[in-house]
């Protein structure tokens, strides 16, 4: 495996860019996720470290190799695809194989890898089917086969979970996350998806616009988010925001008040987990809809002028129905400027 480096990447087509000067060092063996709403850059991102798209200015490095001017087949990087990408009239084995057979790989060492890999993703007893045989998780474990013999210094992945249902997700991240643990791959991978990218990462880049909002572990995206908008992108449900005006020290909203050290507009983020909703005393609030998840609910509140979003366990609140007042409360706040968008320390 290799380490990657992004010196100043930018992309443009034509006069229209969509990447501004996109800089991170990826590590050696870290799986790193980009994240983003449609059309952020992420996927061009992705398609520039392949080398299927030429970058406009910078520096791209795997490894030690400035890369910038590489055809993709002389990268060393495997990418899998959204749609998996398999040759229809070729079984499991001769798609896994046909990348080292294209470079003259000896029969003995393709046998051996591609072995390998369909012991390692459980694909042994499927590998004399056409991809037609097989259903969508298959395909794409057979996707991912074919990049893992080839052995590639760096695995690019492109929302390749997007096409499975929700139970089939679930299983492929706990098989991706296991894969990334047994190779020790540098991985990048894009997803759309908040729960692929908080658990299979080690670092998640948030893209928008083409710029790089925050670079971190999902632990610090989630905690101390650097903007508005990393605030609102990561955590689902998403957090509820509030507009109050700072002074004195301290913001009030709606009854909940939280020191600031700033004054003027502000935003005050609330996530659902750091809600607490109770049947006493404090700033009260209607319920709208109640969302049964089990163990735990999903209550929408009318609270003042706002609507927030609070999680709560089914054991403690009891049965809520639409209309019923509740009281709410706080754990943690987190402020952002009103016109810049930054987090307010």
């Known amino acids: 495996m290799a380490t990657l480096r992004l010196d100043g990447v930018r992309k443009s087509y034509g006069d229209v860019p969509v ?18 709403p449609s059309g952020c850059g992420k996927s061009t991102l992705l398609r520039c470290i392949a080398g299927l798209e030429d970058i406009s200015a910078g520096d791209l490095h795997i490894g030690e190799r400035r890369v910038n001017d590489l055809a993709p087949r002389d990268r060393d990087v495997a990418m899998v695809f959204q749609s998996y990408a398999l040759y229809p009239h070729m079984t499991v084995r001769e798609n896994m194989a046909f990348g080292l057979r294209v470079r003259g790989a000896p029969e003995e060492e393709i046998t051996r890898l591609v072995n390998q890999a369909a012991e390692m993703l459980a694909l042994g007893s499927y590998l004399d089917r056409l991809p037609k045989a097989l259903s969508g998780g298959q395909r794409q474990r057979v996707a991912i086969g074919r990049a893992i013999v080839r052995r ?43 729960v692929e990218a908080m658990t299979l990462a080690d670092r998640i880049l948030v893209l928008n616009g083409g710029l790089v909002q925050q670079l971190g572990t999902p632990a610090e995206l989630f905690d101390t988010p650097a903007n508005r908008f990393v605030a609102g992108f990561i955590g689902s449900p998403a957090m ?39 049947h006493g005393a404090g700033p009260q609030a209607t319920v709208d809809v109640v969302e049964h998840l089990g163990w735990e609910m999903l209550v929408h509140l009318q ?32 402020l952002f400027s009103a016109s810049s968008g930054l987090r307010v320390q």
Do not use: W
Not at 168 to 187: C, F, P, S, W, Y
Not at 241 to 261: D, H, I, M, R, Y
Not at 307 to 325: F, H, I
């Open 152 to 194: 590639p210094k760096v695995f690019l992945f492109d929302e390749p979970l997007s096409n499975l249902d929700a139970a089939l997700r679930g299983q492929m991240r706990v098989e991706l996350k296991r894969l990334h643990r047994d190779l020790n791959a540098t991985i990048v991978y894009v997803t759309h998806d908040q």
């Open 19 to 36: 990447l501004h000067t996109v800089s991170m060092d990826v590590a050696d063996g870290e799986f790193l996720v980009l994240v983003g």
């Open 303 to 334: 609270l003042g002028a706002h609507r927030l979003a609070a999680r709560a366990e089914t054991a403690v609140m009891g049965s809520l129905k639409p209309g019923d007042k509740v009281a709410v409360a706080a754990e943690r706040a987190h």
């Open 240 to 278: 509820n925001f509030l507009k109050g005006n700072a002074q004195g020290g301290q913001v009030t909203v709606e009854g909940l008040s939280f020191p600031c050290q700033t004054s003027g507009e502000v935003e005050v983020g609330l996530r659902p987990n750091d809600l607490v909703l109770s």
